[in-house]
């Protein structure tokens, strides 16, 4: 009888631990779906707002390429060269209050996220006239790059017709930014498809029907970025977001040092990966038969540019969601967020990775017939897969290194990945070794991105999550003030 009790009674506890483990299975699932929906939340709209902004460049590269070559060329340099520039500092600035915004908006201090961003408009508005040289100077600084001299003086006339568009970004990146820190993107995708639709109108009338020109192709492009930026302040400043928003206040000349010091890590942590890839270019332009290896880079750099908008807005997502939470004093949730972003933007990589592989040459289809380029561009599709991949995973590790204000660090393994480790084992293996454009992309693959990506992934698994979010809330109470009353 003793027995068949013994078996009763493990045979209860057999099925109360299989209860309890399906509850923990059916709680484990249940938690990764609703962290799914709120990364969503802000993944989906980011990538839309930033597929929008990136289809300007390519109307706007389309309508100059119907003017002439020199025309394009222009258009491709001062946007590339020029502003590109200028737009990955001014965005890796902006990328500071990313942090502030999103630690405060989780701390519940709604009424900083206002004042952190005209601090950042401040502070951008500032370093936009620092930058102005860039604009000014653009033709002898092309001709000393080795552009020809009939590119680099138009290149240089239509740069001096794009400083607008380079005001536009000191306020458009914290508007963006303060408006993704509280989950409001969608107002972000509805305004940048109005611009799209404005550059692309705006465009037709100035070349076609105004005859301006490159000149109009430019204006079309600041008055469609402009159309952006104040659609998204009217949206902020007339009530819609009334907790955020209470109006212009003296408090944003405050703690500019402090903030200044925030932001120039942020710029440099974005800016040395920017500028990393196009010094790949500028390094395959150096090669025997350049012209082919460059057309070849090309299309597989613009590849990579359209599918970059994926993990760029996973970037904006897990920083959101990291700072939310430490903000909040949820330390494991934020945990939990990085784990969720980094695992769903690994499985979107390894799915791009194999649908690259199975493409092949027909990517280079879309943009050219030339059978040389062709054959090339299939000859580096395993590179090209592989960059993507990795490209898929390393922003949101330094997404969450945004959202937790260590971007001093992640400048620092920028700067020694990229630019110690990655740029001489790409010249190693390129001429060195003469392995041409593959050598250098496999160099700069391994030494650069790969290393950079397991350096952030190591740091991240090494986070001390509960005094990162100690950090959060000392970083909130010193940074904002209680809002008066009375």
């Not at 955020?244 to 903030?259: D, I, K, N, P, R």
């Not at 580096?380 to 290194?401: D, K, M």
């Not at 620092?412 to 990229?418: E, K, R, S, T």
């Amino acid at each position: 009888m003793g027995s068949v009790d013994t078996d009763s009674e493990r045979n209860q506890a057999l099925y109360l631990q299989d209860q309890h483990d399906q509850e923990n299975k059916d709680d484990l699932a249940s938690r990764i779906w609703v962290e799914t929906k709120k990364l969503w939340q802000t993944a989906g709209p980011a990538m839309f707002s930033l597929m929008a902004m990136f289809s300007m460049n390519i109307i706007t590269q389309s309508f100059a390429g119907h003017l002439g070559g020199v025309e394009l060329a222009a258009i491709s340099i001062s946007n590339t060269v020029i502003v590109g520039f200028n737009y990955g500092l001014l965005l890796g600035m902006a990328s500071a209050l990313e942090t502030l915004c999103g630690q405060a908006y989780g701390a519940e201090r709604y009424h900083m996220l206002g004042i952190y961003m005209q601090r950042s408009w401040v502070v951008l508005f500032l370093c936009c006239f620092m930058l102005l040289p860039f604009y000014v100077f653009a033709t002898p600084l092309l001709k000393r790059l080795g552009q020809a001299d009939e590119v680099a003086k138009m290149a240089g006339a239509v740069a001096l017709w794009l400083i607008p568009l380079h005001f536009s970004f000191a306020f458009l990146f914290p508007l963006r930014t303060f408006l993704q820190s509280q989950q409001k993107n969608q107002v972000t995708a509805w305004v940048s498809l109005v611009s799209l639709g404005i550059n692309a109108l705006t465009s037709w009338l100035f070349v076609y029907e105004l005859h301006f020109g490159v000149v109009g192709v430019a204006i079309a492009l600041d008055i469609s970025w402009w159309a952006l930026t104040l659609g998204l302040f009217v949206y902020c400043s007339c009530g819609r977001c009334p907790s955020t928003w209470t109006g212009f206040s003296v408090q944003a000349f405050s703690g500019l040092w402090e903030f200044v010091k925030l932001s120039v890590a942020s710029g440099v942590m974005l800016c040395l990966e920017n500028w990393y890839y196009r010094i790949l270019i500028i390094m395959t332009g150096h090669l025997k038969n350049s012209t082919l290896a460059v057309d070849a880079l090309s299309v597989c750099m613009a590849t990579i540019g359209w599918e970059l908008m994926i993990p760029l807005a996973f970037f904006a997502a897990a920083g959101v969601r990291v700072s939310n939470e430490l903000g909040a004093g949820n330390s494991k949730a934020a945990k939990f967020a990085t784990m969720v972003s980094v695992a769903q933007t690994t499985i979107t990589g390894l799915v791009l990775c194999v649908l690259i592989m199975l493409l092949k040459n027909k990517i280079a289809l879309a943009f050219t017939s030339d059978a040389d380029v062709i054959h090339e561009v299939d000859s580096l599709s395993p590179l090209l897969a592989i960059s993507i991949l990795l490209n898929n995973v390393q922003p949101v590790l330094s997404g969450v290194a945004v959202g937790s204000g260590s971007q001093a660090k992640i400048a620092y393994v920028n700067l020694g990945c990229y630019y110690i480790i990655g740029l001489p084992l790409g010249f190693l293996m390129g001429w060195v070794f003469k392995l041409g454009i593959k050598g250098i992309w496999c160099g700069m693959i391994l030494g650069g991105t790969f290393t950079q990506t397991v350096t952030l992934a190591i740091i991240t698994m090494k986070f001390n999550w509960d005094k990162e979010a100690e950090k959060a809330r000392n970083r909130v109470d010193k940074w904002s003030k209680p809002r008066p009353t009375g």
